[in-house]
């Protein structure tokens, strides 16, 4: 096995031991969890609507380029 699993186990091994000690672990784990969760949909709304993101840009361009071509085929049609 590699450092990093070593790592990551003994890490895992405290926590679990730490849990089992005193119960305020666990409240503070939930508590870390909740908070890395509003994080990563903090992050994750920033990427999908921020005006300076790629995405963002790429999917405006893509529905005005789709809503161009609809009216060119709607004006070469008459």
Partial sequence: MGLAVWIWLTAGIVLVYMAAVDENVVTWLVLLS?????????????????PD???????ADR???RIADELLKEQQNK
């Fill in 63 to 65: 529905s005005s380029r």
């Fill in 34 to 50: 909740k908070s890395a969760g509003i994080w990563v949909r903090q992050r994750w709304f920033l990427i999908r609507y921020d």
């Fill in 53 to 59: 993101s790629p995405w963002v840009r790429w999917s």
